[in-house]
Nanobody, 121 residues
Framework: QVQLVESGGGLVQPGGSLRLSCAAS????????MGWYRQAPGKQRELVAV???????NYADSTKGRFTISRDNAKNTVHLQMDSLKPEDTAVYYC???????????????WGKGTLVTVSS
């Protein structure tokens, strides 16, 4: 099995910063893309940012220039540095990864349980 565990959420004032982290563990051979998604109350889950195993990144238009995604392949971790936060960034943030498990040729997609980010004064 593979587990993704997020950390770093919390309450922050508008204009502030937070850094989210996600650690993948379990029977992992390699991890392809890793990413962050978010779901605000009453809205659908949406892509925030994604990074490939070689470091190529893609961001939602709403987060470009404010958020930075990074990863440590040796530690199977992905991070999201969020700056200039706005109230509309309030959501549950989910980690996502495409994982090839040990002794399995398939690439499986996994989700973390999410961490709440609240941007409010």
């Amino acid at each position: 099995q593979v587990q993704l565990v997020e950390s770093g959420g919390g309450l922050v004032q508008p204009g502030g910063s937070l850094r989210l982290s996600c650690a993948a563990s379990g029977c992992i051979f390699t991890i392809d893309a890793m990413g962050w998604y978010r779901q605000a109350p009453g809205k659908q889950r949406e892509l925030v940012a994604v990074i490939t195993s070689v470091g190529s990144t893609n961001y939602a238009d709403s987060t470009k220039g404010r958020f930075t995604i990074s990863r440590d392949n040796a530690k199977n971790t992905v991070h999201l540095q969020m700056d200039s936060l706005k109230p509309e960034d309030t959501a549950v943030y989910y980690c996502n990864a495409d994982v090839k498990r040990t002794f399995d040729v398939r690439v499986m997609n996994y989700w973390g349980k999410g961490t709440l980010v609240t941007v409010s004064s």
